[in-house]
């Protein structure tokens, strides 16, 4: 009994690990393959598309919407499957959220001006 317990332990484990994915791997996806910057930014803060940093949906939520989106092209599982849609999102989730601004000693010093 007691390595069946283990042996589930650790199938949770690698399962748990896999479902962050590949931050690198990501990277490469989101810059390179898919060319997601070309809406969404370098630092995923946007342009013409939406700003996906800080990313707040989980991931099964973010493969969703992704799949089904409203205001982009749906991405089919046969075009991103999902291992590299995990990456992509792991990749996101590493990216730094903006500072606030008043954490900027330009733009404070710009808004006490007026």
């Not at 931050?23 to 910057?37: D, I, Q, S």
């Not at 969703?64 to 046969?78: E, G, I, L």
Request: with cysteine.
């Amino acid at each position: 009994m007691t390595i069946l317990k283990i042996a589930a332990g650790l199938i949770v484990c690698v399962a748990a690990a896999s479902a962050q994915g590949n931050v690198e791997n990501g990277k490469t996806l989101f810059n390179t393959k898919y060319r997601c910057y070309t809406c969404h930014g370098f630092d995923g803060h946007g342009g013409q598309g939406a700003r996906l940093v800080p990313m707040k949906l989980p991931q099964a939520a973010f493969i969703a919407y992704v799949r089904n989106p409203r205001r982009m092209p749906p991405y089919t599982s046969k075009t991103v499957p999902d291992g590299e849609m995990t990456d992509i999102w792991s990749y996101i989730k590493s990216l730094p959220e903006s500072p606030d601004v008043k954490d900027i000693p330009l733009l404070t010093q710009l808004m006490n001006q007026q």
